[in-house]
């Protein structure tokens, strides 16, 4: 096995296949012997294709980051201003069929601070993918600096949302609270804001 080139296709098969095992069994039960035994391969079929559980791991959520930003990008469209841009990330991941999703992101997110070294790439690329795409949707003439301000200010009130909805299930409360904080990116538009 080891002298044998790897199939891109067959790995690209098995990735995606191992995300969907990681977000519904969660983070914590990730195992070589139980997903081999769901995806229906051998453990050393996936030490083929992914190297060490450590690799698979970052490979993993190497993954799970490029879906969550593909699948909200092309729900957002091309080159929408910031209001529309933020309200599709809402939309899509405030989605109860999206929590399962979400509830991994944040468990990753919680170790990544306590093991750095570990989850670099994910911390690297956690903020830094949203924050280009929202200050690019701020258009041309926006400062910079103010872009920036305001794409933190977007990603961390979504993200704090979101995490307020998946603790409490409060659906109701932090949809509201969504809304208010939206009408105000409505506002910056000069879009009249949504009724709640």
């Known amino acids: 096995m ?5 199939d891109h296709q067959r790995r690209a098969e098995l990735l995606d296949a191992v995300v969907d095992y990681t977000v519904e069994h969660g983070f914590s039960e990730l195992s070589w012997r139980p997903v ?3 995806l229906g391969v051998s453990t050393t079929t996936l030490v083929h ?3 060490t559980k450590e690799q698979m791991l970052e490979t993993i959520l190497g993954r799970l980051r490029e879906r969550v930003f593909a699948a909200t990008s092309e729900a957002v469209g091309d080159q929408p201003d910031l209001a ?10 405030s989605d109860p069929r999206q929590w399962a ?3 991994l992101f944040f468990a990753v997110y919680g170790r990544a601070l306590q093991s750095p070294h570990q989850f670099a790439d994910f911390l690297e690329h956690v903020v830094a993918d949203w924050m280009s795409a929202l200050r690019e949707a701020q258009g041309p003439d926006v400062a910079p600096a103010t872009a920036a ?3 933190t200010l977007v990603i ?3 993200r704090g949302l979101l995490l307020d ?3 409490t299930g409060d659906r109701d409360r932090v949809q509201d609270a969504a809304e208010s904080f939206l009408a105000t990116l409505d506002d910056r538009a000069g879009r009249p804001a949504r009724p709640h």
Not at 2 to 6: D, H, I, M, Q, T
């Open 156 to 158: 961390a009130t979504i």
């Open 49 to 51: 294709h992914f190297g």
């Open 165 to 167: 909805l998946l603790a």
């Open 84 to 93: 529309t841009a933020a309200r599709a990330v809402w939309t899509r991941t």
């Open 2 to 6: 080891a002298g044998r080139p790897v």
């Open 149 to 151: 301000r305001t794409a």
């Open 101 to 103: 999703e979400f509830r």
């Open 36 to 38: 081999a035994a769901a």
